[in-house]
């Protein structure tokens, strides 16, 4: 069924212990689509890059069933930039380079023919732009997700109070869970964050796995023990994008296919992990998902 | 079938969040005794306490099936006494007070009736204390399990990893695996404690749960989600105990049942956690253990 993903489409330069690299692919948008396109094609994209973003780099998303009608090509701006550096524990990391460049004044234009959205994906944007693209949508989605992060609710709270009002899914990390109820508790924050409005919420545990969250019910995905997390960036988003289109493929939202839509999307993060940017979700086969999501279940399996 | 309980009985000074206690029974040998009076009766205990022990608190230890015939009372000498303060978030603390005292020179003297012993579970203490535990017994038991801490990786490594060689099952926290074999990746930690003669590792990530490896083989039991957590301390030993003591309930070393003997683990911890000390621990009846491992199955159940 059709999905319609927002987020940004940008460039990444990132330093782990493995080694750095210059401007590469990068942006939530980026990965959540890339991610999507093994469960649904095509997938419809809002984005904004400017006059520096590559051809090829849409052409690749292109020959990955990735619409890019709705990307626009600023020809006055330049491409969204974060740089990071990662520690050697991997699960800290030091934002060296932010610049918004066009995403700063982005207007989420979504083109009529992806008006029939029936699972929205809204990655982490400003929650002004996120609103904006549920009231610009002619017919409320069957499932409305959203990601979001710490730096909103250092600055934008009572707009992310009122966007996460309007969605279906709230998918956010641990510590943003914690910050966004003042609760230390997952189970204490979930609860706060179901009173706020969404039925569903996904808190992302990182390397210890992810929790899924509907009325009194929790369901739990533990991370895989890789040999070796080359670049955690975008491995939340991928995790956004494997729940949400798993989802959207089976046309199903209900909770006992959440409890599926998990496992995959963190079976996708973790083919994210093991390279550089968006390199580990490329080339995939379908037989490399089924076996990962079959590691998955083997390792809570009596 | 017979379990032999080896590790310190003490007392704690704990503050938390929550409140603190003055000096209460503690200690990694009673913990897990007590933890194990629910699978096995009696608990063989070898330990030492000094002569401030309480009367009323080695009558409740008998009161739950614990044989207290090796236990060794110092007629000049003080109990074992650790303090300490656990920080907001749980995870953390700062040990503010450890007297030794008769735990300093303690010599494990093995009571003839306990020579029969089938499963050895060698909580927390010296490694040159655990090794002569081992030596001491005239038949090797079915099973040989310790459990060890950070401190002795720091003053006294040799003697660890020679008494590590010896034992069948190492169960110790993530921090501690990674310190040992100077591995980040618990996967890679695990594989080279096996190299180093377990045949079984369990690695206990606290909130984060528990990884059972054994050969290529590994198991994840998750954590609960508590609404509060009110004292970690003896969790770990807590997790020890209801591993080892099911094994030895079920006579039944194979990694199948150490599958379920792991979730036993993590329920016990989970009540131990919710009270201060030792409290958790008491009065619990076999339904509300039975309660709680159906919760963690249900957690991972598709």
């Given at each position: 069924?059709s999905?319609l993903v927002?987020g940004?489409v940008?460039?990444?330069?990132i330093?782990?212990p493995f080694?750095?690299t210059?401007k590469?692919?990068?942006g939530a948008?980026?990965?959540?689509?890339?991610?999507?396109s093994?469960?649904?094609r095509p997938?419809?994209v809002?984005s904004?890059?400017?006059?520096?973003f590559?051809t090829a780099?849409?052409d690749?998303?292109k020959?990955?069933?990735?619409d890019?009608?709705g990307l626009q090509?600023?020809?006055?701006g330049?491409?969204?930039f974060?740089?990071?550096?990662?520690?050697?524990?991997?699960n800290?990391?030091d934002?060296l380079i932010?610049?918004l460049n066009v995403?700063?004044?982005?207007d989420?234009i979504i083109?009529?023919?992806?008006?029939?959205?029936?699972?929205?994906?809204?990655?982490n944007l400003s929650p002004d732009?996120?609103r904006?693209?549920i009231?610009?949508?002619?017919n409320?989605p069957?499932?409305?997700a959203m990601?979001?992060?710490?730096?909103?609710m250092d600055?934008?709270?009572?707009?992310?109070v009122q966007?996460?009002?309007?969605v279906d899914a709230l998918?956010?990390?641990d510590?943003?869970?914690r910050?966004?109820t003042?609760e230390?508790?997952l189970?204490?924050?979930?609860?706060?964050?179901?009173?706020m409005g969404?039925?569903?919420?996904?808190i992302?545990?990182?390397?210890?796995?992810?929790l899924?969250?509907q009325?009194?019910?929790v369901?739990?995905?533990?991370?895989l023990?890789?040999?070796?997390?080359?670049?955690?960036?975008?491995a939340g988003?991928?995790?956004?994008?494997g729940?949400?289109?798993?989802?959207?493929?089976t046309?199903n939202?209900s909770?006992?296919?959440m409890k599926?839509a998990?496992?995959y999307?963190s079976?996708?993060a973790?083919?994210?992990?093991?390279?550089?940017?968006?390199?580990?979700l490329l080339?995939l086969e379908?037989?490399q998902?089924?076996?990962?999501?079959?590691a998955?279940?083997k390792l809570?399996a009596?």
């Amino acid at each position: 069924m059709s999905l319609l993903v927002v987020g940004s489409v940008a460039f990444d330069a990132i330093e782990t212990p493995f080694g750095k690299t210059d401007k590469i692919l990068g942006g939530a948008g980026t990965f959540i689509a890339l991610t999507s396109s093994y469960f649904v094609r095509p997938v419809n994209v809002v984005s904004v890059v400017g006059n520096d973003f590559r051809t090829a780099d849409i052409d690749m998303m292109k020959s990955y069933g990735i619409d890019t009608t709705g990307l626009q090509i600023k020809a006055d701006g330049k491409t969204f930039f974060w740089s990071g550096k990662y520690h050697n524990d991997m699960n800290s990391r030091d934002t060296l380079i932010t610049e918004l460049n066009v995403l700063g004044d982005f207007d989420p234009i979504i083109p009529a023919e992806y008006n029939d959205c029936q699972y929205l994906m809204l990655g982490n944007l400003s929650p002004d732009v996120q609103r904006l693209v549920i009231e610009r949508l002619p017919n409320r989605p069957k499932l409305i997700a959203m990601d979001t992060m710490n730096f909103w609710m250092d600055i934008a709270m009572d707009s992310l109070v009122q966007t996460i009002s309007m969605v279906d899914a709230l998918i956010i990390n641990d510590g943003e869970a914690r910050q966004l109820t003042g609760e230390y508790a997952l189970i204490k924050a979930a609860r706060k964050i179901l009173a706020m409005g969404p039925k569903t919420v996904v808190i992302k545990k990182g390397e210890h796995g992810a929790l899924l969250f509907q009325g009194e019910e929790v369901f739990f995905v533990p991370a895989l023990l890789l040999e070796e997390v080359f670049d955690p960036t975008g491995a939340g988003d991928t995790f956004a994008g494997g729940f949400m289109s798993y989802i959207a493929k089976t046309d199903n939202p209900s909770f006992e296919n959440m409890k599926q839509a998990v496992i995959y999307g963190s079976a996708m993060a973790s083919f994210c992990v093991e390279k550089f940017g968006v390199e580990g979700l490329l080339g995939l086969e379908q037989s490399q998902i089924e076996e990962r999501y079959a590691a998955f279940r083997k390792l809570v399996a009596l």
